[in-house]
């Protein structure tokens, strides 16, 4: 089972939008896909709990109520919450094959990712290219200022920006629906279609794809810790 955990310290940068639209872009490429919910505010699971039947199904996990997904999983989807640090960030570093940081074009939330990929990338698993870190320019807006920045800013890191997804609308409209901009049709969200192309193109990579340990014990660890089991 191919693991890939969006993960943030800083809250309100996106993660689980992109969790949740990273999850209905590869059930439309025919995988199986379940997405966790390891955040309290449970945000994945309402979205989730959304969803129409009419579109490809994926797998819930939430960490509230203890559910597991449905048959046959390959892909799973970690949706981590703000503050996430020490053990238990480790651990989700060192079992995952695949981490995507989102980082917003905004000073604090640019000097707070500096910190926290700094101190990704000091992590054994990470050193050893046990997983694989991807960069997201999330909410951007082209020929501004603070975009400028924001590309100069990542630029400084050893670790590839494998995607830059626009501010826009499609992203709101579609979460309230339990959808997703792959959901959409191509006359409304073409230009997502395009900026996420570019994501599932490493993600298809062989670069994405660390040696991340198997994630049933990652995922009974994050359980137990939500769940108080």
């Not at 996106?14 to 966790?36: C, D, F, R, Y």
């Not at 940081?101 to 640019?110: F, Q, T």
């Not at 298809?204 to 359980?223: I, Y």
Request: include cysteine; hydrophobic fraction near 45%.
């Amino acid at each position: 089972m191919r693991t890939i955990a969006v993960i943030n310290a800083k809250g309100g940068c996106g993660k689980t939008t992109i969790a949740t639209s990273l999850a209905s872009a590869l059930a439309w490429e025919g995988h199986a896909v379940a997405l966790a919910d390891m955040d309290p505010q449970r945000s994945a699971s309402d979205w989730l709990g959304q969803r129409p039947e009419d579109y490809p199904a994926l797998s819930g996990i939430d960490a509230g109520s203890g559910t597991r997904p449905l048959g046959d999983i390959d892909t799973l989807i970690i949706d981590t919450p703000a503050g996430l640090a020490g053990n238990e960030l480790e651990q989700i570093i060192k079992r995952a094959q695949t981490v995507l940081v989102p980082v917003l074009p905004s000073p604090v939330d640019m000097r707070a990712a500096w910190r926290f990929l700094s101190h990704l990338q000091d992590l054994r698993a990470v050193r050893n290219r046990d997983t694989a870190l991807g960069l997201i320019a999330n909410r951007v807006r082209p020929h501004t200022i603070i975009y400028r920045e924001l590309t100069g800013f990542l630029d400084g890191f050893r670790v590839p920006v494998v995607g830059q997804l626009r501010d826009s609308m499609n992203y709101v409209r579609s979460f309230e629906k339990g959808l997703a901009v792959a959901d959409l049709p191509p006359y409304l969200a073409w230009q997502d279609w395009e900026e996420w192309e570019t994501v599932l193109t490493w993600i298809r990579s062989k670069n994405s794809q660390g040696k991340g340990a198997a994630p049933g014990s990652l995922l009974a660890a994050a359980m137990q810790r939500l769940t108080g089991a």
